[in-house]
């Protein structure tokens, strides 16, 4: 006997399975890498979507001048370039900061700002620093798109949402009453041109405080020098706070004093209010939890410095007349104003901590949702809490019944209808519910679904009465053609016998109904129409239930007529022997 041929194939492996994590990065990597090469259409878009959305906060809720591609990448010792307006961060000229050559790689040691920056993770299973390292492990120009492409776009695409946002309602936001008036209307979708220091409202909100009083001895002519920029008293700096820090009217009275009511002005507080919470909010209407504000969204429990410097940026940039967003109007750096916020705010005074204190109390709170579990709280008493669930359970009931086990029982003497099962069985239109116990009595098998009485019908009541129709026998026949438990073929019958019945009563038709063929007439013809069917009597047997194929409008009066008497074929007027053809050439000759 021949020896069995050993198999010379080598041991199979068993592939590892890629975990959760894994898939994610490797259909991120997918994305990013139809992004790089500009398709069409981009696989997992929807992933990158969410890092989109999410990436939209990095300024608003961590902080407004920041690099992010220099943060992130010189974590994984990768070199960021920086773009014009991460360069410009020098107080001094406009055009210090820029260079004719590209500017160097950059290494930032903020890991504080990485960690912040790693909160923003729309996919809190999966940890965000974690799953960047994995893309630098696979495509380092994967990681590189992904922060310069989508982090950094997304962060600067919000910040200019909300500029447009607050520069939208600037012109009904300064007056400090609805009913007051500005001195010089302009729009917020107007040229730019017509802001700033153009405009007597907006060069009132710009202008320092410690100017307030020489711009208000003539107005034109200091926003006329502010606009030509040759005198130095008139090119401010980032310590001269401009007066919408402050209420209306208020004046200045030394740098001593300087601190009293700033960022507590109704344009701060109206500004923050419409960043955080809505444009509905700014003037402290009615609670509409329609949509839950970017400060619910993102978990903001109280509002602080960087927040506040963020808004105050955006209302200066939103009333000045930038043609786009810039780190300084003419001399004054807005880089430089933020900073001076943050730090003013952050510092652990009394004044700091009085001042954050009093703009949380007029944040309108009340409009963030709760958690689900706040709602879910006062749903533990339900029939369907747990508890409640487990000691209602009886796993030797199988009855169907949708009540509760706990539900009342009839008091003595009361008559409640019940149904046999082998009078009145029910059909079970669930294809997945279990066969019944062998110990009842089954049921007749139906030899066709027409057969099923309508009285044991419980998805309906085909006898309740209907609005506008005596007795409810229309209702009563319309649900039961339209039952899927009538038969198909005897519907034609059915409505014949219901017609037949009420021809006296004069009920109107409805729509789906037909009339009988003993009240319908052929219907008037225009020069329009169509060949009648029933213009040939060849057709008569079209219809064996007499029926006439017409819909009459409910409620409207019958307009039928009785069809005239048919002649019977072969039969007609004619002299016997004489054809339709000798007629008609007859008639035409006038014979």
């Not at 409202?201 to 030509?228: G, Q, Y």
């Not at 063929?517 to 008569?540: E, F, I, L, Q």
């Given at each position: 006997m021949p020896a069995a041929k050993s198999s010379s194939?080598?041991?199979?492996?068993?592939?590892?399975?890629?975990?959760?994590?894994?898939?994610?990065?490797?259909?991120?990597?997918?994305?990013?890498?139809?992004?790089?090469?500009?398709?069409?259409?981009?696989?997992?878009?929807?992933?990158?979507?969410?890092?989109?959305?999410?990436?939209?906060?990095?300024?608003?809720?961590?902080?407004?001048?920041?690099?992010?591609?220099?943060?992130?990448?010189?974590?994984?010792?990768?070199?960021a370039e920086l773009d014009d307006e991460d360069a410009q961060e020098a107080e001094g000229d406009s055009e210090e900061g820029r260079s004719s050559s590209p500017a160097p790689a950059v290494a930032v040691q903020d890991e504080a700002l990485f960690e912040q920056l790693m909160t923003l993770n729309p996919y809190p299973e999966f940890p965000l620093e974690k799953t960047l390292s994995m893309i630098h492990k696979k495509s380092p120009l994967a990681l590189k798109t992904l922060v310069d492409d989508i982090f950094k776009v997304q962060a600067r695409s919000g910040r200019g949402d909300d500029i447009r946002r607050i520069r939208k309602v600037l012109p009904e936001m300064l007056p400090l009453k609805k009913t007051d008036h500005l001195e010089q209307r302009?729009?917020?979708?107007?040229?730019?041109?017509?802001?700033?220091?153009?405009?007597?409202?907006?060069?009132?909100?710009?202008?320092?405080?410690?100017?307030?009083?020489?711009?208000?001895?003539?107005?034109?002519?200091?926003?006329?020098?502010?606009?030509?920029?040759?005198?130095?008293?008139?090119?401010?700096?980032?310590?001269?706070?401009?007066?919408f820090l402050w209420a209306n009217n208020t004046e200045y009275k030394g740098p001593q004093k300087m601190l009293k009511g700033m960022f507590l002005g109704h344009v701060v507080i109206r500004g923050t209010r419409g960043l955080y919470f809505g444009i509905a909010s700014m003037y402290g209407g009615a609670n509409s939890k329609a949509r839950n504000p970017i400060a619910g969204i993102h978990g903001l429990t109280s509002l602080g410095p960087h927040h506040i410097g963020y808004s105050c940026v955006v209302i200066y940039n939103s009333a000045s007349s930038l043609l786009s967003w810039s780190p300084r109007d003419k001399t004054f750096s807005l880089r430089k104003f933020y900073k001076n916020i943050v730090d003013l705010l952050s510092s652990n005074t009394p004044w700091a901590k009085k001042t954050l204190a009093d703009i949380n109390k007029q944040?309108?709170?009340?409009?963030?949702?709760?958690?689900?579990?706040?709602?879910?709280?006062?749903?533990?008493?339900?029939?369907?809490?747990?508890?409640?669930?487990?000691?209602?359970?009886?796993?030797?009931?199988?009855?169907?019944?949708?009540?509760?086990?706990?539900?009342?029982?009839?008091?003595?003497?009361?008559?409640?209808p019940t149904s046999s099962p082998a009078t009145s069985p029910k059909r079970d239109r669930s294809p997945s519910r279990p066969a019944e116990s062998p110990e009842k009595p089954e049921a007749e098998p139906l030899e066709d679904e027409g057969e099923v009485p309508m009285e044991e019908e419980d998805d309906f009541d085909i006898y309740a009465e209907p609005v506008g129709h005596p007795k409810g026998r229309k209702d009563k026949l319309a649900t039961r053609i339209l039952s899927d438990e009538e038969d198909p073929e005897d519907e034609e019958d059915e409505i014949k016998r219901f017609f037949e019945g009420d021809e006296k009563s004069g009920m109107a038709d409805d729509d789906t109904f037909k009339t009988p063929?003993?009240?319908?007439?052929?219907?008037?013809?225009?020069?329009?129409?169509?060949?009648?069917?029933?213009?040939?009597?060849?057709?008569?047997d079209d219809n064996d239930t007499g029926v006439r194929r017409k819909r009459i409008r409910p409620g409207a009066p019958s307009t039928t007529r009785k069809a005239p008497p048919k002649t019977p074929k072969n039969k007609g007027t004619l002299p016997a022997g004489t054809s339709i053809r000798t007629t008609r050439s007859t008639a035409r000759r006038g014979g």
């Open positions: 194939r080598p041991p199979t492996t068993k592939k590892r399975q890629r975990s959760p994590h894994e898939i994610h990065v490797v259909q991120l990597c997918a994305a990013l890498e139809d992004t790089i090469n500009k398709s069409r259409k981009i696989r997992n878009d929807d992933i990158l979507d969410k890092y989109r959305k999410k990436w939209r906060w990095a300024m608003p809720g961590i902080a407004l001048w920041i690099s992010i591609s220099s943060v992130v990448l010189s974590h994984f010792s990768m070199g302009f729009t917020g979708e107007g040229v730019k041109s017509e802001r700033g220091w153009h405009n007597l409202d907006c060069a009132s909100m710009l202008v320092p405080l410690k100017h307030r009083a020489l711009f208000l001895k003539d107005r034109e002519a200091f926003m006329k020098r502010v606009i030509e920029g040759e005198d130095d008293q008139y090119r401010f700096k980032a310590s001269d706070y401009p007066s944040m309108p709170w009340d409009r963030i949702r709760k958690d689900e579990e706040d709602f879910d709280s006062s749903e533990d008493d339900s029939p369907e809490a747990p508890h409640n669930l487990l000691a209602n359970y009886n796993p030797d009931d199988d009855s169907d019944a949708e009540d509760p086990p706990t539900s009342p029982k009839p008091a003595s003497g009361s008559s409640v063929a003993s009240k319908v007439g052929k219907p008037k013809r225009t020069h329009r129409d169509t060949p009648h069917p029933d213009d040939d009597d060849d057709n008569d």
